[in-house]
């Protein structure tokens, strides 16, 4: 009898021990039924832009080239003083924080075919478009290298300074594997609708700086582990090297509820990782919104091993990404 009522026992405890696990797993399942998973399903069903089209990067050739073009809209939103020292012909100057309300109260978007954003760098502006984007502004663009390549005056401040070579020999090279789907973002605003979540968490986004979002490269490499560290790179680039500990996330596949979104973790410091900081910075947006502590490696893998990606064609800036196009004072 003993023995029979040890085993019921020991069957009961199994039992309990395994309803836990799933009670743990099903409690994941469930927070994406949350605001979080509402608005994960609502980005997903209309247009679904991180998994689709982002980066939309717009060439300085294709600017200049429209510079008469009515249908063509250029935002500048570096600072007054930058935009006073010299800027694209017939650009507007819009401070970040009022971008949303801009296209909101100020112009009818619908009526132009591009509306580029501008900044000093092309990171900025990449954050905000995906933004502008996730709004529902599927005419928005960023300009690549931003106003770098422009003109060489602002291409010296920004990525010529910036395009180093100083951890080309610090890279891993050995793959690091995804986690396990753990605790999900909580997100708070109070609504049920998942267009009136997404909207409050815009008017948040556009209100937090752009360089709250930077991580310099110095930081990263002398404490890693400090990070969950995204490289949003195809399998090529990441089998080269990448930083320590990095994961890889394949670009436009990587980022939805049906792949690896989950297992983003929600309790680290998230960095996304690319050639340029561009992509990533469309990716940062999208993490920011759901509620994601995230960050970008500011200049990308252009920081610390340049004359890598020079060499391979992998982004890598130089001279040539300079057009040295007329400015206006």
Known sequence: MKKITSYFAMLLMATILLSGF??????????????????????????????????????????????????YLVIDTRSESWFAYGHIKNSVNVAPAELLNYFEK???????????????????AAYYTSLLRLAGYNNAYSLKWGMSSWSDEFAEKMWVKNSTNLYADKLQTTSNEMPAIGELPILKTGKTDPKEILN????????????????????????????????????????????????????K????????????PSNKKVLVNCSTGQSAAYVVAYLHVLGYDVSNLAYGSNSFMNAILVEKGWDGFSAKEIKNFPIVE
Not at 113 to 119: A, G, N, R
Not at 209 to 228: Q, R
């Open 253 to 264: 596949a990587s980022l939805s509820s049906a792949t690896n979104l989950y297992t983003i």
């Open 106 to 124: 100020k112009i009818t978007p619908a009526n132009f075919d591009k509306i580029t954003i501008v900044c000093y760098s092309g990171q900025a």
């Open 200 to 251: 409050e968490r815009l008017k948040g986004a556009f209100a937090k700086p752009y360089s709250e979002f930077i991580v310099k490269t110095d930081s990263v490499f002398k404490n890693p582990s400090a990070f969950y560290i995204v490289n949003y790179v195809n399998g090529e680039k990441y089998n080269f090297g990448h930083i320590e500990g990095a994961v890889k996330y394949e670009p």
């Open 22 to 71: 799933k009670s743990t797993a099903q409690d994941n399942l469930d927070t994406a039924k949350s605001e979080f998973g509402l608005l994960v399903q609502y980005l997903e069903e209309n247009g679904n832009f991180i998994n689709t089209e982002a980066p939309a990067l717009v060439l300085a050739e294709e600017i200049k080239e429209n510079l008469a073009n009515k249908k």
